[in-house]
C-alpha cells in the first residue's frame, strides 16, 4: 500500500511503526483469508487475542498496584486502578462485538476449535491470581494501618479515606470483571444455549458458566456491606413528608415535628420575611400615614448581614456539633466538616524550594523502579562514599 503523504510503501515491515508494533508478526497471528473456514472465524480470532492482551495489561498493573500499596503510595494506585478499570470495560465492549455472530456461522467455526474452553485462557487465570495479590496487599494495608475493613467504612474515621477509595475502586474492577463473565454468558447463551444437555467443548455443560459469573473477586467487600446492613438502625431520619429544619444538615435524631431553629435562624428568616416585604424596584407605593421616624429601608444581603450579627456565636457552636449517633450503629453519625472546615491532620511539609520544580525526578512508585534506582547508586556511589 502507498500513502500519498508519507511517499512510502506500507505493510512490508520496515518503517519504524511497523518495526515498533511487530505488525509484520501481529497481523499474521490470525488464519489468512484462504485458511478461514468462515468468514467470521477472523472476528473471533480478533476478539479473543484482543482479550488476552488486555488481560495481560491489567494484571501487569495490577502487579504494579501491590507494589504501590506496600509502599503506602495507595493515591498513586488509583490512577493505576483507573486504567485497569478503563481496560476492562474494552473487555466487556469487545464481547458485544463477537455477538453479532449468528449461531449457524458459530457451528461451523467450532468445528475447529478442537476442545478449548476459556477456563484455558491464559488471562483469564492470571486475572484471577492478580486479584488475590491485590486483595492480600489490602489486608497488608489495613494490618499497618490498625485497620479493620469495617472501620474504613464508619463516618469520620480519619486516616482511612484513601484505604476506602482504594475498596471503592477493587468493588468497581470485581462488578466489572463479573459484567464481563456475565456479557461471555449471554453470548454463549444465544449461540449455542445454556442448558444442562449443552455441554461446551471442554465437557461440562454451558449451565456452570451461571455460577461461574457471580464468583466475587473480593468477597470480604462484599461481605462487609451485609455487615454493615445488618447493624443498621432507623433512628435518626425523618418521616416522610415531615417538615425538616433548614440549616440542619446533617440531620441526626430528630424529633417528629422538628427540633425549634436555633436563635441565629429566627433572626434570620425573620429577615428574610422582611425583606421579601420590601416593593420591587419601580413598583408603585401604597399611600401610607407618615410616620415620624420610618425605619431605613435594607436590601436583602443588608438584612442578611445586620441578622447575622445579631447571631450568639457561642449559640451557633453549639447547634452547629451533631449529637452523637448510637455506638452500635457508627455509619449513621454524621458526615465531619470536610479540611479547611475544621483542623484536620497535620499538613505535609513543603516541598524544597526549587525554580523548576516539575524537573526533580519521579519518585519510585514501585518495586521495580526502585530496585532500578538501587541498581543505578551501586553503580555509581557517590562523593561523599569515598571519602
Known amino acids: 500500500m502507498f500513502n500519498p503523504l508519507l511517499k512510502k510503501w506500507v505493510g512490508k515491515g520496515d518503517l519504524d511503526y511497523e518495526v515498533y508494533l511487530k505488525t509484520g508478526t501481529l497481523l499474521h497471528l490470525q488464519s489468512s483469508t484462504e485458511e478461514l473456514v468462515h468468514h467470521d472465524e477472523l472476528l473471533f480470532q480478533i476478539t479473543h487475542q484482543a482479550q488476552e492482551l488486555w488481560l495481560k495489561l491489567i494484571t501487569q498493573e495490577a502487579v504494579e498496584v501491590v507494589a504501590e500499596m506496600d509502599g503506602d503510595l495507595l493515591w498513586p494506585a488509583t ?7 478503563r481496560a476492562m470495560k474494552c473487555l466487556v465492549a469487545e464481547m458485544n ?5 449468528t449461531p449457524d456461522t458459530y457451528q461451523i467455526i467450532r468445528r475447529s476449535l478442537g476442545n478449548g474452553s476459556g477456563q484455558e485462557s491464559p488471562g483469564y487465570n492470571a486475572m484471577r491470581l492478580a486479584a488475590d495479590g491485590l486483595a492480600a496487599a489490602l489486608d497488608r ?9 469495617l472501620d474504613v467504612y464508619k463516618v469520620g474515621a480519619y486516616n482511612s479515606e484513601d484505604v476506602k477509595r482504594i475498596c471503592e475502586q477493587f468493588v468497581d474492577l470485581d462488578e466489572l470483571f463479573q459484567t464481563w463473565l456475565y456479557t461471555h454468558y449471554q453470548m454463549v447463551r444465544r449461540i449455542i444455549g445454556v442448558d444442562r444437555s449443552i455441554k461446551a467443548l471442554d465437557g461440562l455443560p454451558t449451565q456452570v458458566l451461571a455460577g461461574r459469573m457471580t464468583l466475587p ?3 470480604k467487600l462484599w461481605e462487609v456491606r451485609a455487615e454493615m446492613t445488618n447493624a443498621w438502625r432507623r433512628d435518626g431520619g425523618y418521616a416522610p413528608g415531615s417538615q425538616r429544619p433548614s440549616g440542619s444538615y446533617p440531620a441526626v435524631s430528630p424529633s417528629p415535628a422538628g427540633p425549634p431553629a436555633p436563635e441565629g435562624h429566627a433572626s ?27 425605619p431605613p429601608v435594607m436590601s436583602t444581603a443588608q438584612a442578611l448581614a445586620a441578622a447575622a450579627a445579631q447571631v450568639d456565636p457561642s449559640a451557633t457552636a453549639a447547634a452547629s456539633v451533631p449529637p452523637q449517633a448510637p455506638a452500635e450503629d457508627p455509619w449513621s453519625k454524621p458526615e ?4 479547611g472546615q475544621a483542623p484536620g491532620p497535620t499538613e505535609p511539609p513543603p516541598l524544597p524550594e526549587s525554580d523548576d520544580p516539575w524537573s526533580r525526578p519521579e519518585p519510585p512508585t514501585s518495586r521495580f523502579a526502585a530496585q532500578l534506582q538501587e541498581g543505578v547508586a551501586a553503580n555509581h556511589p557517590s562523593k561523599d562514599s569515598g571519602r
Do not use: C, H, V
Not at 79 to 85: I, V
Not at 141 to 149: A, D, G, I, K
Open 336 to 339: 465531619p466538616p470536610r479540611r
Open 268 to 294: 434570620i428568616s425573620s429577615a428574610l420575611e422582611a425583606a421579601s416585604d420590601l416593593p420591587a424596584p419601580g413598583a408603585a407605593k401604597a399611600p401610607t400615614e407618615p410616620q415620624q421616624s420610618a
Open 141 to 149: 494495608t489495613l494490618q499497618r494501618r490498625n485497620l479493620r475493613l
Open 79 to 85: 490512577g493505576r486502578l483507573e486504567r485497569m478499570l
Open 97 to 101: 462485538i463477537l455477538e453479532t455472530m
Open 217 to 219: 473477586l473480593f468477597r
